[in-house]
């Protein structure tokens, strides 16, 4: 039968201390553990009046808690082998009570083996004695270091897991930016092209071409690779100075612009075409539907430790005409974009006079991503 491995959620990441490294940190900490030690075995000895000296305690306790080391180190394996909390806790649970069990008589063999390495017939004898002696003592020894390094497994196992839940919820939403994203370019260009019609219509055959030539190189732009499908600001500016030249030639004089970013926000990252549906969202249902002439303003500055984009649109003699359809898509995707990719610290609102006479668009955002 062949068996198929899960995959590991974790990715086979280190959540428990290698032996290596908990028995290098156990041999440097033994000596000062031991020097406290013998220091405590000095203090007593002499209040019993029979002193020693600490030249001789210290070695002897060393040799303790050095050994001691030695054997916490091979609690890891233990615990990468029976992790608690597991699916099975029966098995987990009758393993660690059995190596509490045996973990005493394990160290205390150690340590008798050299203490008795001169005379090795008294290994027996000796470990009977420090058994009678140190047993109930060092019972509690590994469930302790066992317990830490379940922490410690534990408390990464929460780490490794929270960081997969927040790469996976970035990368959803970055798949949801893609496609909002990818929504607009066909959205885009049908209301280019849409304009162009309308002047092959009216006549305006060489502006139509005009627009034609600035559209071909607008694509050549919107279908270029961009990283995550983000921009420097500056660049967001050039694209959006570019479709402006584009509709300036459909709407002559009618139509006046003003483009102002703060150049010390220009290498600052904004999602690529988050403006240009507000400013054809301008033009389309404010500006198409004057007579007379209209002036549109685009503007970036900072705002605390964020930046400000606003788009407002205003001109005088109310609605004269009828605005132009379109598909709904720009605006609504602006919001979804904005969300996708900067949650609840993005804002976005649109004020429209009642009377016709302008818009007023607002977006502020983070100085950086998500």
Known sequence: MIRVKKPDPLNGRMLVPSAWRVLAWGLVASPFVAFIHASQDVFQSQLQRSPVTMAFVWPRVLLVWGTLAVCVAL???FVRRFPLPDQSPAKAIA????ATALFPVVHLALLDALHVIA???QFVEHLQWLLAAHYVTEVAIFPAAAGILHAIRHSRMQVALREDALRLKASLAEARFATLSQQLRPHFLFNALNSAVMLVREGESSQAVELLARLSGLMREILRE????????????AFLREYLLLEEARFGDRLGVTLDCDDRIGDAPVPFLILQPIVENALRY?????SGRSQLEVRAMTAGDG???RVEERGSGGRVGVAEGGHGVGLANTRERLRARYGDRAWFSLTIDPSGNGSFAEIRVPMRLM
């Open 75 to 77: 609690v890891v394996p």
């Open 95 to 98: 393993a660690h009570v059995i």
């Open 119 to 121: 005379e090795p017939e």
């Open 226 to 237: 961009h990283p995550h499908e983000v921009v420097p600001l500056s660049e967001e500016f």
């Open 286 to 290: 404010g500006i198409a539907a004057r």
């Open 307 to 309: 930046m400000v984009l």
